[in-house]
């Protein structure tokens, strides 16, 4: 799995993860928005919804969207990563 850097890394039915320290979401590309070219619309993996999605929150630097074939192994560390940022901040609260 590789970041999402670039919303043309994307072609129809490419799936796509966003993982965060709660867990992680698969989606499945569609295309550029029809009427609003700032977005894309997805299917959600969980719902079967097709949301709009914000390409900007998408790739930018500090987003953990990444595409390619799942790997639960990527995933478990990198969540694992976030919960111990989430551990820090909490720590530093103190």
Known sequence: ???LTDITQLKQGDRF???????F????FLCIHPHEPAYIL???????????LYIDNIVKENSN???GTYD???VTKKRIELLKERIS???NRL
Do not use: C, W
């Open 1 to 3: 799995m590789e970041k």
């Open 17 to 23: 993860t966003h993982i965060d320290a709660d867990g």
């Open 25 to 28: 979401n698969e989606y499945e």
């Open 42 to 52: 997805a299917i959600d993996g969980l719902t079967q919804n097709a949301p709009k």
């Open 65 to 67: 969207y990444y595409v």
């Open 72 to 74: 639960s192994e990527f």
């Open 89 to 91: 901040r909490l720590e």
